[in-house]
Nanobody, 118 residues
Framework: QVQLVESGGGLVQAGGSLRLSCAAS????????MAWYRQAPGKQRELVAS???????NYADSVKGRFTISRDNAKNTVYLQMNSLKPEDTAVYYC????????????WGQGTQVTVSS
């Protein structure tokens, strides 16, 4: 079993920055693809950024150039550095871990609120 615990959310003014962290328990972190999703009120959950075990990254078009995902396998932690925040970035941000051995298994954190004021 894997537990994911997010931290770093909060209230920030437009143009500001936040860094989210997601600490993972368990021994599978180094082989997992890690990702950040977000869900705004009344909207579907959407992928923000992902990073494979090999370090390949992928970003939603809406955050390219502003957000950076990274991972520290020694600390079992994935980060999301968010710069130039906009009010439309306001959402609950969720950490996700995907492990595919015989089948795909997803693990989710509890979410952390990010609010960007205009």
């Amino acid at each position: 079993q894997v537990q994911l615990v997010e931290s770093g959310g909060g209230l920030v003014q437009a143009g500001g920055s936040l860094r989210l962290s997601c600490a993972a328990s368990g021994s599978i972190f180094s082989i997992a693809t890690m990702a950040w999703y977000r869900q705004a009120p009344g909207k579907q959950r959407e992928l923000v950024a992902s990073i494979t075990s090999g370090g390949s990254t992928n970003y939603a078009d809406s955050v390219k150039g502003r957000f950076t995902i990274s991972r520290d396998n020694a600390k079992n932690t994935v980060y999301l550095q968010m710069n130039s925040l906009k009010p439309e970035d306001t959402a609950v941000y969720y950490c996700n871990a995907v492990v595919t051995i015989f089948r795909r298994v997803d693990f989710w954190g509890q979410g952390t609120q990010v609010t960007v004021s205009s």
